[in-house]
Every structure is written in C-alpha cells, then in structure tokens.
C-alpha cells in the first residue's frame, strides 16, 4: 500500500532563506507527484505537477525535483517570504489510478520576516 | 470564472441531524472527490466520481453518502450526523483527460455536538 512521508513535520526561517522540502513515497509506479500549499482553514492550491516521465518542474521561485527510482521528490523554495508561510503537501496518485490522490501529513512552514 | 465552491463554509450542528455539505463546479470537469482531513493530519479520500452516475467510496471508510446527477454538482450527505463526524471536508475535480492536477474548493469545516 502506498504510503507518503514528509520531512520535516515543521520548518520555520528568517525571510531570505532558500529552503528544502522533503517528501517520500513507497511504491515507484506513479503517473505523477503534485506539491500542494493548504492556508490555515483553507483548501490547497496546486503548486506543481510533475510527471512520471519529468525530473523536475519549475514555477517562479518554486522548483520540484522526482526521483521515481529512490521514491523522493523536493520542493524548494528561494528566496522565501513571509508570504511563504502555509502547509506544504505532497500527493500522489493511487495505484492503479490516476486520479485517487493519496496525501503526505504536509510540512507547516513559518517564514519569519 | 471557472472555480469550485463549496457551502457552507462552517456549520454547527447537534447529534442526529441530516446534513447536506454542497460541492459545485464550474470547469466542465468529469472527476470529482471528497476528502476529509482531520486537524494536523492528512487528507483521506472518502469518496469519489468519474462522471455522472458515477460514484465510489476512497480510501477511508466514511458513513456519509454521495451523488453524481449533474456533471458540476456533488453533494455530500450525513443522514445523521455523530460527534465522530467532526472534521473539515474537501471537495475537488480533475479533468478526465489524464492524470491532472485537482483543484479544490475552501472546504467545509462541520463541528457536531
């Protein structure tokens, strides 16, 4: 059964810092990993999506690496901001589907100005 | 604007009551989801549609029940609601065309008492 691990639970930073999000997954054979961000009371935005063919997306100051074969994705953050400051979450899909998600517990980031 | 919407946004309500938690979208798509996430846990797909008609139970067992009439519409109903019930609800759609990106609503945060 698929599992999705996020390292760490919790990161808070001065502002201007780049920054390393980790997440984890145990079976390889995805189609694809999203980063999502969830504000407090919020629901989550889509951040990146890569697919299983991709190494790495980028968006503005955010860029997601996959590595299938170790089962690891980063998401790192430059330059970060006050503005930063939410729960990052990484999904992926459920085997055998391309839809069904199946969610790490996130990485609550504290951008401190 | 395309967007998914979700009411009500926060609902109080006592033991044994029937409630109905709106999900409604407006980008055409055929996939639709609910998840259920607790407080600083992960999300856990409790239920979901590949079109209309269409509709499953997720990962995590739920006692609430969904229905798929119209493409942009998904409700979610507790014919009774418990204590046990208490959580935020996320609702989401994807396009059909492949493994793409959810989009979610803001969530509905119920408290029975």
């Known amino acids: 059964k698929q599992e999705v691990t996020q390292i760490p639970a919790a990161l808070s930073v001065p502002e201007g810092e780049n920054l390393v999000l980790n997440c984890s997954f145990t079976d390889s054979a995805i189609y694809n990993l999203q980063w999502f961000r969830q504000d407090p009371g919020k629901g989550l935005t889509s951040l990146l999506l890569?697919?299983?063919?991709?190494r790495e997306q980028t968006s503005g100051r955010l860029n997601a690496s996959l590595d299938k074969s170790s089962g690891r994705s980063t998401l790192y953050i430059a330059a970060s901001q006050p503005g930063d400051s939410a729960t990052y979450l990484c999904?992926?899909?459920?085997?055998?589907?391309?839809?069904?998600?199946?969610f790490g517990k996130g990485t609550k980031l504290s951008v401190k100005p | 604007e395309a967007d998914i919407y979700q009411t009500p946004r926060y609902l109080v309500i006592g033991t044994g009551k029937k409630i109905t938690l709106e999900c409604s979208q407006t980008m055409g798509h055929d996939k639709m989801y609910w998840y259920q996430q607790d407080p600083g846990m992960e999300l856990h797909l409790i239920h979901y549609s590949y079109g209309v008609n269409s509709t499953e139970k997720g990962d995590l067992s739920s006692e609430s029940t969904v229905s798929r009439i119209r493409t942009e519409h998904f409700p979610l109903t507790l014919e009774s609601a418990r204590p046990s019930h208490t959580s935020q609800y996320l609702c989401?759609?994807?396009?059909?065309?492949?493994?793409?990106?959810?989009?979610f609503g803001p969530g509905t945060r119920l408290l029975v008492l």
């Open positions: 999904a992926v899909p459920t085997a055998g589907s391309q839809g069904n998600l199946i």
């Open positions: 890569i697919q299983s063919s991709q």
């Open positions: 989401a759609s994807s396009a059909s065309t492949g493994a793409e990106t959810q989009y």
